[in-house]
């Protein structure tokens, strides 16, 4: 079973950034997803940032493009895949918890399921909180 671990998170002001890590302990070759959606009390999962790892396709939801950075780790480390989600120029309505996911396993190196139902493997969530 994969495991995923996140770190970072936390509180800033408008304007400012915060950077948020995530590991899946478990390295299979060829495409497969990783990425970040967030969630706020009453509404739905929706995606932030996802990349394909095998591939070279990332994603970002219209809402964070050209504020937010999905960059992977050291992709020699046979064991382990990380990705990193840099938060810049934070808005208040960027404030929810985040969630990481990594789907192990997909179907071509050009794309990544934009629905969180499609991913089963989830970290426990970090609280970003973005106020004056």
């Known amino acids: 079973q994969v495991q995923i671990i996140e770190s970072g998170g936390g509180s800033a002001q408008p304007g400012g950034s915060l950077i948020l890590s995530c590991t899946a302990t478990?390295?299979?070759?060829?495409?497969?997803?990783m990425g970040w959606f967030r969630q706020v009390p009453g509404k739905d999962r929706e995606q932030v940032a996802l990349?394909?790892?095998?591939?070279?396709?990332?994603?970002?939801?219209?809402s964070v493009k050209g504020r937010f950075i999905l960059t992977r780790g050291n992709d020699r480390d046979t064991t382990k895949d990380t990705v990193y989600l840099e938060m810049n120029s934070l808005e208040p309505e960027d404030t929810a918890m985040y969630y990481c996911t990594f789907l192990g396993v997909y179907a071509d190196y050009y794309s990544c399921p934009r629905m969180s139902a499609a991913y089963v493997d989830w970290g426990q969530g970090t609280r970003v909180t973005v106020s004056a």
């Open positions: 990349m394909n790892l095998g591939g070279s396709l990332t994603y970002y939801d219209d």
């Open positions: 478990k390295f299979l070759p060829g495409p497969r997803c």
